[in-house]
C-alpha cells in the first residue's frame, strides 16, 4: 500500500525560504512530483523527478528557485523553495505516478495515481 506523508508547512515572508519533505512509503514507481493549489485555482504542478535517473521537471514559475530531490533510500522526496514569492501561497500536495509521461504531461495531475493529504505554505509581503 502507497502512503505519502507530506511536513514542512508554514509561513514565511517574502523572499525566505522553506523546505517540504514527503515520505512516500512502498512506492516503486516512475515519477515522484509536487503539486500546489490555492483557493479559486486548479491544482497545478510545480516539480517532478523522475526516480530511475533523478531527472527533474520545473514550472516556469519556480524555475531556478525551487530544487526537487530525494534521500538516499529512495523513499523521501524533498521540495526546497528559495526566494518565495506571495503568489508561492498554496496547498502543496506530493504525488506519485506510475506511469510514463512525457514534456507537460510530467505535471499533470491526472498522470499521478498516489497522493499526500496536503501542507499549507503561506508567503507573507
Known amino acids: 500500500q502507497v502512503q505519502l506523508v507530506e511536513s514542512g508547512g508554514g509561513s514565511v515572508q517574502a523572499g525566505g525560504s522553506l523546505t517540504l519533505s514527503c515520505v512516500a512509503s512502498?512506492?516503486?514507481?516512475?515519477?515522484l512530483g509536487w503539486f500546489r493549489q490555492s483557493p479559486g485555482n486548479k491544482r497545478e504542478g510545480v516539480a517532478a523527478?523522475?526516480?530511475?535517473?533523478?531527472?527533474?521537471y520545473y514550472a516556469e514559475s519556480v524555475k531556478g528557485r525551487f530544487t526537487i530531490s530525494r534521500d538516499s533510500a529512495e523513499n523521501t522526496v524533498f521540495l526546497q523553495m528559495n526566494r518565495l514569492k506571495p503568489e508561492d501561497t498554496a496547498m502543496y500536495y506530493c504525488a506519485a505516478s506510475t506511469g510514463y509521461p512525457y514534456g507537460q504531461q510530467i505535471l499533470l495531475p491526472r498522470v499521478y495515481d498516489f497522493w499526500g493529504q496536503g501542507a499549507q505554505v503561506t508567503v507573507s509581503s
Open positions: 523527478i523522475y526516480t530511475r535517473l533523478n531527472t527533474t
Open positions: 512502498e512506492y516503486r514507481g516512475n515519477w
